[in-house]
Nanobody, 124 residues
Framework: VQLQASGGGLVQPGGSLRLTCSAP????????IAWFRQAPGKEREGVSC????????VYGDSVKGRFTISRDIAKNTVYLQMNNLKPEDAAVYYC??????????????????WGQGTLVTVSS
């Protein structure tokens, strides 16, 4: 399963970006998709996850109310809409696919496949 993350860039604090995770056909119906991020010197952090079964979503505490994950099964794509971005949101964002995620939604080890990452910079 090859994932491709895109949409990163430079944005001012308070601005918005939409990240895209493109997956092979059929992936979203069998794999949960999550977004993680990793800032320099920090551990990889789970941001949001969308399930394969019913599209239910989960968010990390630091992004609740600001980020929205969604999917378009027909386009084999998962989106992460990021609003009201803060400097602490700056990181490389990765999408990941897992077939047996279970309850460990934000544990990187729960995911089988990873995209290459896209850089988000939040700065004035």
């Amino acid at each position: 399963v090859q994932l491709q993350a895109s949409g990163g860039g430079l944005v001012q604090p308070g601005g918005s970006l939409r990240l895209t995770c493109s997956a092979p056909r059929g992936t979203l119906e069998y794999y949960a998709i999550a977004w993680f991020r990793q800032a320099p010197g920090k551990e990889r952090e789970g941001v949001s996850c969308i399930s394969s079964s019913d599209g239910s979503t989960v968010y990390g505490d630091s992004v609740k109310g600001r980020f929205t994950i969604s999917r378009d099964i027909a386009k084999n794509t998962v989106y992460l809409q990021m609003n009201n971005l803060k400097p602490e949101d700056a990181a490389v964002y990765y999408c990941a696919a897992g077939s047996m995620v279970g309850v460990h939604l934000f544990h990187p080890g729960s995911y089988d496949y990873w995209g290459q990452g896209t850089l988000v910079t939040v700065s004035s």
